[in-house]
């Protein structure tokens, strides 16, 4: 199994230029998440999925968009990009139900440079 | 609301030396986990230990071990006799127990010195 896979690795953008950022997971996971993380900081969370069809916004989702059309693609786009959102960028997804204990699994992050 | 603090910025040690990383959390919800992730230079997040709110006896894994204590909602994490390969991030997370939303700390970076 790829378990989640993120691309691309790394991009720099310029101010004003848009991308999407792609997370796809290959184990049937219905909760998807996408964090960011800013150097010396923790990770913040964008947005988040439960499920095809439904999204929900995290801690700072500003400037940003999601959508989760099928259980296996949780892409965020980027509008207008801006220095501020020069981060690292993981998606994550995890099963549905069980304890709050399940293991999530991470991709291996995406690292954006707007200049 | 969930919150995570990891007071410890930076700690820098000499191989052999131990290590204990603090985590102090907090949460509305009954039951909950814990978890303690690494992320080495190469920026991965590796998954290290987990934790449930049900028992707080302390264990050890090797050279991890971890003291669990409730009544001061704190989740400290130890490495003993560390290496050159345990400099890394560590991060203290907690996730919600009805969306699984993770919090996550702000993370220690650990140096170890040869």
């Known amino acids: 199994n790829a378990g989640v896979t993120q691309t691309p690795k790394f991009r720099i953008l310029k101010i004003g230029q848009s991308m999407t950022l792609q997370c796809a997971q290959d184990?049937?996971?219905?909760?998807m998440y996408w964090y960011r993380q800013d150097p010396g900081m923790g990770l913040k969370l964008i947005y988040y999925s439960v499920g095809a069809g439904i999204t929900d916004k995290g801690e700072v989702p500003n400037g940003y968009n999601v959508s989760r059309s099928t259980t296996e693609d949780f892409p965020l786009r980027l509008e207008l990009a801006a220095p501020s959102q020069t981060s690292v960028y993981f998606c994550?997804?995890?099963?549905?139900?069980?304890?709050?204990?399940?293991?999530?699994?991470f991709g291996s992050g995406t690292r954006l440079t707007v200049v | 609301a969930q919150k995570v603090t990891q007071a410890q910025t930076e700690i820098s040690v000499v191989e052999k030396e131990d290590v204990t990383l603090d985590c102090v959390y907090e949460?509305?919800?009954?039951?909950?986990?814990l978890f303690w992730y690494k992320q080495p230079p190469s920026g991965e997040l590796v998954f290290l230990i987990r934790r449930n709110s049900f028992d707080e006896q302390n264990e050890i894994s090797g050279r991890y071990s971890w003291n669990f204590q409730k009544s001061t909602s704190s989740f400290n994490f130890t490495i003993t006799a560390s290496q050159v390969v345990d400099s890394a991030v560590y991060f203290c997370?907690?996730?919600?127990?009805?969306?699984?939303?993770?919090?996550f700390g702000a993370g220690t970076t650990v140096t170890v010195r040869a």
């Open positions: 184990m049937n996971h219905n909760y």
């Open positions: 997370a907690l996730p919600r127990s009805n969306d699984y939303k993770l919090s």
């Open positions: 994550a997804s995890r099963m549905a139900g069980g304890s709050s204990g399940y293991g999530y699994t």
């Open positions: 949460t509305r919800d009954t039951t909950y986990y």
